[in-house]
């Protein structure tokens, strides 16, 4: 996954957090820190430490209610590790 798809991903992840029947407040929180954690990692050259590990927490989080979140995460921790993040 190029960085263009990885922002694409981040995308999905905007549009499931601007629907507010889908997440609990933990689980958008969540989220938003998920997003906000990408956005600086395709912003700097720099990545922060543990990320990936922090994003794959999250996709065990949502796998049982949110299939689709949770392939989503999934496909963005794939694509970090290819970019050694």
Same mark, same amino acid.
């Given at each position: 996954m190029s960085q263009d798809r990885l922002r694409d991903a981040l995308e999905t992840l905007h549009r499931e957090l =601007?629907?507010? =029947?889908?997440?609990t407040e933990e689980? !958008? %929180?969540? $989220? *938003?820190?998920? =997003? *906000?954690?990408? !956005? !600086? =990692? $395709?912003?700097e050259e720099e990545h922060e430490e543990g990320l990936r590990e922090r994003i794959q927490e999250a996709?065990?989080?949502f796998? %049982? *209610?949110?299939p689709r979140l949770s392939a989503t995460l999934g496909e963005i921790v794939q694509a970090l590790a290819r970019m050694g993040i």
């Open positions: =601007a629907d507010p =029947a889908t997440l689980n !958008r %929180a969540l $989220l *938003e820190t998920v =997003a *906000e954690d990408l !956005r !600086r =990692a $395709l912003d996709t065990l989080e796998e %049982a *209610e949110h």
